[in-house]
């Protein structure tokens, strides 16, 4: 395996020895390049690993700075290029397959590269950076200079790439933007131009953005003034601004994964969203691709985003997260996917190899698979990656051929040594802990699926140590297992034993020096010794405890002696100290381990002679030496390696030891130290990443290497095999596996070591076959390994099976140390199990005694009761128990406390922003009958600033005044002596009335704009509202319109305090009145509720603060003394008051004698009784005279006390009434005064909002002039960034046009001389005959023809690319071939008959010279069309500055009109009284461009005289109107008396034609008109019986009739119903028999067509045949007739 052949020498010093880099062995994790058609090259650790895929050979090439970062390569011209990690990184670049370095390109990078890029033409490489630069580089890497650069501020860029057609363009993606860089070049000049693609919305529609500099499409406001784009209005003036989008128009766009170029230079994007965008590269035009859906299986994979892009003829190749590549074929604007491969893992990335041959796919895990197009395409792995990075290594005794890995996962492989090939790989099924998720799939146009996965595992294995004395390796896991593996077949390794020694995690295996032993060190402390025989099935012989955090354990096996010496690191790092444990085992030690362990396995500390030791200093990593006299440590803190000697003598305790010996280590980082098996050499590593070998005596270092570097946090572990001259160092988070090998070893310890290792494997090697032996015949443990195809297969089902929970119940084993544990406890258990017994029965006798000890306890008196913890009679318990109680109530207590400060704090705040600081509470006033509510208004002191600024500003308005008044009295002070009199005279008039009232603005109302002058507050200092131009008049008129808020408001609460200090009143006067009202209520015995008003908590917010008791529901806590001490004072007052009243006699004798009143009051009238005589309890018979007499008396007194009791009633009734009306009056009229304050509420509420409306229209008015001003600063800010780079683009035109001048002239020179050579070849030759000139000029013209080269078919079929541009290389090349092409021209053969050969040299160097000046003429004319082109664009550039800069020029004379056109339209207030302007239909016109605002007089007055004229006007056509109605009216009576005489000569017309009838006649004639009219009324009743009779006669022969009508009519119903039923079954049989004549008729009919059909066509084919016969004989006959008439007629054949 080939290395890199340069190296940087370190800082140490090397001797006779040197180390040197055999093989590396690593996995990509970065993405994996083409060297060229066979050779692929990735970076790992400090190394790039180049792998040629046909022989599979590794060659290695090592970075002299430490880890290499980001790499890149260049196909034609074979070079790699990658960047170290250092400080200001450099980019080194190599030769391949010589691993030279070509140069070293140095910028001012300080942290990293983050891209690298190759151009395929040109020597050109792109480089982009990361924090703090973001610089996107050029550089020319064979010239080592920059070419240009350009910084992105805060841009992540994740892919960067040529394009394969034009290295003019460049591409560079991140996860939001695309942008497009184009490199224009002026001769030796470069220049980068961005062009930034627009990405769609995540939907893929496309957002119509606005200019935000320039918005065309903003609307005009005539009311406020005008509009302006929102970055004024933020009040943006920078370049901000220009980029300014508010939050709520910012869209979510498209996520960019990966892109790749089209040979039309086109660019394909994808998308996270699943969108594929196809993005024009001149003018990055973006079309969104339609996804053409395929009707396929339900278990069809839906392909999400792709990871990965790249291009092929037939369309493009992606590859997602789901193992699959797709292929995609696209046209005309749309895309199909198709399933192309499979692979077993993610897919993340893929590239062609230059002739398209083959694809290499690499995975998420780092392998690499080979696709190898053809008829039967392949598919091979180059590199399989392990399962994770690796975790331990170590050598296979005696470690010369064959070494093991182990990673995290558990997967263990073992190596070839001599080539780092894998000879097999297993998997450990270490016990994991499984995680279920919810992984939603999101796919575009389609609802979320959501599975449910069971495939997240985690799964640990932590150390690795192969034995010495056998072919077996232990492995330690995060369970707290250890396995066993068995390699004595290597290619075929199998786990033979299983030992669970704990639940904790193993952290240190360690075998010793002669395989005897296993140590094992485990997370919580314990260090178990392990048999390493297998034969004795790896007998676990006990453990002993140590300090928790384990660092190192060291052995010391020597072969003299029959003891193994084991030592421990512990670390305290919060002491700062370190201590060691040493302890001896003897190698019989398994033979005699139940004498030296107890029943759980613990060793005895005096058996195997325990010595604690410790450091007053921390150690990383400590050796002992094989002496045991003495130990090394490596210092954590400082760079030092210290030597301490060990006692001789036995201590007891913690013994102290001091460094005896230090060396300073020269590597920083904390380290480790190694000792080899033969215990001469001393390795060192640390994180710094050198290893270095040190003599175990001088500990001076004589070998080392920088195998890693302290960017992958240095080296983790080392290995060094029993000769000494196999070392395999293993990275820590690089990844890298680094095999060394001495390149010079030799002289009296290379003699030692090979001695020492001789008699090693002389000891051994009984120990081995015996061992190896046993190993041979041991069976597999299947259960503990799968191969490496059925891991593949778990893991594919487990990833194919997300949609299925797996549950599996794992039998539960038991760890070694707890077996240990429940043995010896069962042996305690056996041995004290009568004791035990025992000591039941004496618990069990005890608690009833005091069972029955509780029960009489119970039975006492309180005074002689014991409390329930008096029988407890485990007191510690009790005190535990009331201590963890007291706690618990302490911290709930602390709790509380907290919660009640937490809500006291927030209450105070809320007080003191709410309540105290307001000058005036804010309160209300309720009404006492009518639900009318008045507020007061809530006002906060006003502060000595804003008083301050109030008097700032009046003091300027009286200043103002008195200018202007000295200004007029300047101006009148000549119109006379006199006017100045009487001007003083009005003068001292004005302050003696200044005096007596407040003075007033001269404005009215209506355009002072509010009714402040209703509350008397002074105006007089407020400017006109057309007078408010410049800011400053604004914000003092702001100022005084607040102070005039606060006067009304002002103004209003005293009157406001006014009715609350009535009411106070009012409600004290009717507790006065309701107090009588009571006594009478009491007295008159009425069921009346007094009415007592009071105040709510609205009208006295105060009370809100203030918690009364009754507020409080839960039961006030009182301590117990407190209670015994109030029923004392209890007891105490009422014996004092017993005492009182049984010694006061004169009290009892008035209560005894008078009812306890001296006088009878007026108002026990009332309650007074006259009571009845004895005797009225007699029957009335038995009375005498005097009881009679005593009766009437008694009747007489109570009539009389019935009449003053209602007289006093009737008092009391009125007295009443007259109190409530006097209540109901006074309250009503608070009533009414509260009503009237609330209309005066409504008004000051009124005033106040239009006064704020003024302030609002004035700050309005501020914010839109400081819009304005930002609008222009902002302009002015934009027109000189566009001067700035106008005049920059003026000057790379001037400098364009004269570097293309001076060009240009070369060019004509060169081009001049190319002429002037060819007009002189003739007068060169004049001294040759003139036909040998002629051909010799003809020679002269003549050029070479130079064969292109033509690639393959196949190549061509394949490349989707074809033939790239020319390069520089590529323009080298042909000159060149050129060259040898005129070397063949020259050849003497060609030379003319007879011409001199002199003659011929001359005439071949002068073509020679006349070639070289054609190719420069057209290097020049190519490099004058490039600066032409640049000048144009330049032209352009300038062209389109210029225009921006008029625009802002037209844009400033604009906003200056608006701004000036603001400052003039003022925005006014007026007030309008109601009714005044009324409009029907509220259509209001919002154009005023040609009105104007006059005085309201005028109005008025126009319109009184427009009035009066009206009047009088009207005041006319009223009499005019009077005049006609009189007319009207007299007209109207004469046709009325026309018409009536009309009517009266027509009703004696009627009268004169009368008709009279002969009835009329007779019954004027007739004298006995009533009898004749009788007898006709007779006659006529006679004829009416006789009708009736006769009626009646045919009525009933009509029912009769009808009768014998319906009986025919029901025999009639019944036939029908006969004879309907018939019908129906004949319609039945009918209807079947048409069925069945149908079915058969229709047959028939089939049958007939067919046979009909069938004669038809043999008919027809039978005219066929007959028509092609008769065409035959037609034909013939034709034929016939043609032949004839050639025979008669002659042929004109043309010659």
Known sequence: MAQGRERDEGPHSTGGSSLSVRWVQGFPKQNVHFVNNNTICYPCGNFVIFINIETKKKTVLQCSNGIVGVVATNIPYEVVAFSDRKLKPLIHIYSFPGLTRRTKLKGNILLDYTLLSFSYCGTYLASYSSLPEFELALWNWESNIILCKKSQPGMDVNQMSFNPMNWRQLCLSSPSTVSVWTIERSKQEHYFKAGLVKLPLEDGSFFNETDVVFPQSLPKDLIYGPVLPLSAIAGLVGEEAETFRPKDDLYPLLHPTMHCWTPTSDLYIGCEEGHLLVINGDTLKVTVLNKIEEESPSDRRNFISPVTLVYQKEGMLASGIDGFVYSFIIKDGSYMIEDFLEIERPVEHMIFSPNYTMLLIQTDKGSVYIYTFGEKPILSKVLDACDGTFQAIDFI????????????????????????????????????????????????????????????????????ACCPSSFSAAVGTESGSVYFISVYHEESPQVMHKAFLSESSVRHIVYDQRGIF?????????????????????????????????????????????MVEVMVLSSFPEAGRSRLEMFTLPTLLSQVSTNFADERGRLKDELIHKYLYELEHTLSSAVLDFQSKQLYGFCSQVPY?????????????????????????????????????????????????ILCIRDIYTLETFAWCRSHSHQGHGIQSMRISMDGKNILVNGRDDGTLVYLKWKRFGGHLANDILDYYQKLLIFLSSTMDKENDYLSRTPKVSMDLTSNSEHTKQKASTDSSQDELVLTDVKKEIPWIQQKSQEAIKKEVNLFSKKKEEIKKGIKALSKTILNMMEENDKLENIAKLDQQEFGLDLEALKRLHDESQEEVAKMKKDVEMHNLAKSYLAELIKEECWNSMAVKGRALKCFHIPCVVENFPMKARTAEELKELERVLQQKKIEAECLKLRKEIVEAQSGVTLVKKRHEEDDEEEEEE?????????????????????????????????????????????????????????????????????????????????????????????????????????????????RDEEITA????????????????????????????????????????????????????????????????????????????????EKKVKELNEERDKYRKSLEAELKKLQNSIQESTQAFDEHLKRLFERRVKAEMVTNQEELKINNLAFSLLLDEELSSREKFLNNYLTRKQQEKSQTSEAVRKSREDLDVYKEHYDNL???????????????????????????????????????????????????????????????????????????????????GLDPLVWNHFCMTRRTKVE?????????????????????????????????????????????????????????????????????????????????????????????????????????????????????????????????????????????????????????????EALISIQIGIMEQTIAVLDKTHKKNVENCKKLLKKLGKFSNQKDIANYTLSCNLREELVAVSERKDICNAMGSKLTCEKIAKERYENMMEQQKLTNISKQQAEEISVLQAEVERLMMKTFPALVQM
């Open 397 to 464: 005794t005696p470690g010369t051929q064959h070494f093991m890995t182990l990673t995290h996962s558990g997967e263990v492989c073992v190596w070839w040594l001599e080539d780092c090939a894998c000879v097999s790989k297993i998997y450990l099924n270490i016990p994991a802990f499984q995680i279920h998720c919810i992984i939603a799939f999101l796919h575009v146009g389609e609802q979320a699926q959501w599975r449910y996965t069971s495939g997240v595992y985690f799964k640990q294995a932590t150390v690795l």
């Open 641 to 689: 390696i210290c030597s301490y000697l060990l006692p001789k003598k036995e201590h007891t305790g913690i013994y102290i030891l001091k460094p005896y010996q230090k060396v300073q280590s020269r590597q920083y980082g904390p380290g480790i130290l190694y000792l080899s098996s033969h215990g001469l050499l001393l390795i060192t590593i640390a994180k710094c990443g």
């Open 1115 to 1194: 039961n006030k806590h009182v301590k117990p003394w407190h209670k015994a001490k109030a029923e004392l004072i209890t007891n105490r007052e009422t014996e004092h008051w017993l005492l009182i009243q049984g010694t006061n006699t004169r009290l009892r004798a008035l209560m005894d004698m008078m009812g306890g009143v001296l006088e009878v009051k007026k108002e026990d009238i009332l309650r007074m009784v006259i009571p009845q005589p004895a005797f009225m309890a007699k029957p009335d018979a038995v009375w005498t005279e005097e009881e009679r007499k005593q009766f009437k008396d008694y």
């Open 995 to 1107: 005096d007596k009232k407040v003075e007033y603005s001269n404005l009215p109302n209506y355009l002072l704009g509010s009714l402040s002058t209703d509350f008397g507050v002074d105006t007089s200092f407020l400017s006109s509202q057309l007078e408010l131009h410049s800011r400053e008049e604004k914000i003092n008129q702001i100022i005084l319109l607040k102070d005039i808020i606060y006067k009304v408001k002002t103004a209003f609460n005293d009157e406001f305090d006014a009715a609350y200090k009535q009411k106070e009143f009012e409600i004290a006067r009717v507790k006065e009145r309701n107090v009588r009202i009571r006594e009478i209520i009491l007295d008159l015995e009425l069921e009346e509720a007094v009415w007592q008003p009071e105040f709510e908590d609205c009208e006295k917010p105060e009370r809100t603060l203030v918690v």
């Open 518 to 562: 296993l140590l094992v060190g485990t997370s919580e402390g314990k260090v178990f010794v392990i048999n390493a025989n297998s034969s004795s099935s790896f007998q676990i012989i006990g453990f002993t405890e140590v300090a928790k955090d384990i660092v190192q354990i060291s052995t010391v096996s020597l072969l003299e002696t029959d």
């Open 1311 to 1393: 081009l001049a001389e190319d002429k002037v050579m060819d007009r002189s070849f003739k007068k060169e030759f004049v001294e040759i005959p003139s036909h040998q000139v002629d051909i010799l000029y003809k020679l002269f013209k003549r050029r070479p023809r130079i064969p292109k080269q033509k690639m393959h078919s196949d190549t061509t079929r394949v490349v989707p690319f074809g033939e790239r541009p020319g390069s520089g290389k590529l323009n080298k090349d042909a000159f060149a071939q050129l060259m040898k092409a005129m070397d063949e021209l020259d050849n003497i053969s060609n030379m003319p008959e």
């Open 1413 to 1569: 000046n054609e190719q420069k003429v057209k290097q020049k004319a190519a490099g004058l069309l490039e600066m032409a082109a640049f000048l144009r664009k330049r032209v352009e550039e300038e062209e389109k500055v210029q225009q921006e800069i008029e625009r802002v020029f037209h844009e400033l004379i604009l906003l200056q009109d608006e701004k000036v056109r603001f400052q003039l339209n003022l925005t006014i207030q007026i007030l309008l009284k109601q009714g005044q302007v009324e409009l029907e239909n509220f259509q209001l016109v919002l154009q005023y461009a040609d009105a104007i605002l006059i005085n309201k007089n005028v109005i008025e007055d126009l319109n009184s005289v427009i009035r009066t004229q009206g009047q009088k006007k009207i005041a006319s056509m009223m009499e005019s109107k009077d005049v006609h109605k009189r007319i009207f009216q007299i007209e109207w009576e004469h046709k009325k008396m026309e018409m009536e005489r009309e009517d009266l000569n027509q009703k004696a017309w009627d009268i004169q034609m009368l008709f009279f009838s002969r009835d009329r006649q007779k019954f004027l004639n007739e004298p006995n008109y």
